[in-house]
């Protein structure tokens, strides 16, 4: 016969474990399974996941010419300072549609298809390449992630502008009003 009593144990034992572990003080950042963030700053988290992957792209496009460290730092610094543009473009109303989200996807497809169809013209003996969606599979992306890296680019490339328009608009004012050209240039 079952001994119910005995078929429980093992789970009670594993509840109580992670009881005491949360009861003692230690956060979820702190449990070995999950993580730590990779940076926090602001109230905002950068998370392994996500540093794991820009890391995988930075060493994947840069291969021989910098060195793991470098790899690293430029990882978490492009990840802080998606968090920065993302906060600018909040506080600016900057925002990027589906629409252009699709469109820039749309043509990476097509330049990725024309580059693989030149590739196979080429090369008629290889392999052909994957298509676009297991090419990006095969580096560790998928459409949804493609969609969030352009949808970041697009939008700092806006709050890019719209910094560079407002700048442009002060020098201008300050020229109207006499600043001389030297100090406007100086300062702009």
Do not use: W
Not at 38 to 50: E, F, I, R, Y
Not at 121 to 139: I, V
Request: hydrophobic share 35%.
């Amino acid at each position: 016969m079952l001994d119910c009593h005995a078929m429980h144990r093992p789970l009670t034992a594993s509840f109580l474990l992670v009881a005491a572990l949360l009861l003692s003080g230690c956060s979820l950042e702190d449990a070995p399974l999950l993580g730590k963030p990779a940076a926090s700053m602001d109230g905002h988290t950068v998370s392994m996941s996500d540093y794991r992957l820009r890391l995988k792209v930075e060493q994947d496009l840069y291969k021989t010419t910098r060195t793991d460290q470098q790899e690293q730092d430029i990882a978490i610094r492009s990840l802080v300072d998606q968090v920065l543009v993302d906060d600018e473009a909040s506080r600016k109303g900057i925002s990027v549609s589906d629409d252009e989200v699709n469109r820039a996807i749309d043509f990476q497809r097509n330049s990725y298809t024309q580059a693989a169809t030149l590739e196979k013209l080429q090369n008629p003996t290889r392999s052909a390449p994957p298509d676009f969606n297991t090419f990006l599979r095969n580096e560790g992306y998928d459409v949804d992630k493609l969609r969030e890296s352009v949808r970041h680019i697009l939008l700092e490339q806006k709050v890019e502008r719209r910094m560079a328009q407002n700048r442009a608009d002060s020098a201008l004012r300050a020229l109207r009003s006499g600043t001389s050209i030297t100090d406007v240039a100086r300062q702009y």
